[in-house]
């Protein structure tokens, strides 16, 4: 395999290992609400918590299609990294998951299995942000932290001529690290301090992620915003191509790029999942 498809830097190997399992979203990794989190730590802190959801008000309030009963969400802790503090508790009159980075990264996944014939339509989704930093970009290489992210993946069809040498690459590369290959696709609804809202941003290490900016800048700050979104439309604006199946949904606060301490609370999630309109 080329060298040109690798990075050189051992600063980028951590953050393309990073990519690889922040991507994975039904990558193996400790359950949110199993003892294995006891063993994820801080640098230089007392061992982070378990993330407890099952019977919590947020976790009951949610109405994700797709995702079995019996699915817990999954805390992914990253190799070498400190872990963001997710917790589920209630904020501003909803129930909310409280996330706080403190120059860390972490996921919470929950893995789907969509109904055959059948794909992701619409996602309501709610953020509480207090605040934004302004060296966030999420364009950039080494500077792609950003205050609060969900995170869908996709299946689909790796031979059809839109996945490069690069592509298939990464995804081996992940079926190593994480167990899973790079999913087909995956899109990130952000909000974000400098790029204007519908902006479409490539991840700055693969194509195969497409960041949509759903809402921009500091107007609406200390207070809940709904987001409702159609999933195939923006797939489409994206990627250019339909969906496949929605096999992942992901929750991501980080900071780890920057150092800094960045927080949000997502409120409840509602995932519909229906046959494609064309």
């Not at 902006?199 to 290490?205: A, F, G």
């Not at 992901?250 to 609370?265: E, F, I, P, R």
Request: net charge negative.
């Amino acid at each position: 395999m080329s060298s040109a498809l690798f990075p050189r830097s051992p600063r980028l190997w951590a953050c393309l290992l990073a990519l690889l399992l922040t991507a994975c979203a039904n990558a193996p990794s400790p359950s949110a609400n199993g003892a294995d989190d006891e063993a994820a730590t801080d640098e230089d802190g007392p061992k982070q918590r378990p993330v407890v959801l099952d019977g919590t008000a947020w976790s009951a309030s949610n109405h994700i299609d797709g995702a079995a009963p019996s699915t817990p969400w999954e805390h992914q802790v990253f190799v070498s990294r400190r872990p963001t503090r997710y917790q589920a508790t209630e904020h501003a009159g909803r129930p909310a998951l409280r996330a706080e980075a403190l120059g860390s990264n972490s996921t919470l996944n929950l893995l789907l299995k969509p109904a055959p014939g059948t794909v992701a339509r619409h996602l309501h989704f709610s953020l509480f942000v207090p605040a934004l930093n302004p060296g966030f970009d999420l364009g950039e290489k080494g500077s792609d932290d950003a205050v609060a992210r969900l995170i869908l993946s996709f299946d689909g069809d790796r031979y059809n001529g839109t996945w490069k040498a690069r592509d298939h690459v990464i995804s081996e590369l992940s079926g190593l690290i994480a167990g899973k290959p790079l999913p087909y696709a995956s899109i990130m609804y952000v909000w974000d301090n400098r790029y204007p809202a519908g902006t479409v941003i490539p991840n700055p290490y693969t194509g195969r992620i497409r960041q949509i900016v759903v809402e921009s800048g500091t107007a609406r700050l200390n207070q809940w915003v709904d987001f409702d979104r159609d999933v195939e439309a923006d797939f489409r604006m994206a990627f250019g191509e339909a969906p496949g199946p929605m096999i992942g949904l992901g929750l991501m606060t980080d900071s780890n790029n920057s150092g800094a301490s960045v927080s949000a609370w997502y409120g409840p999630l509602e995932l519909t999942m229906a046959p494609p309109t064309r």
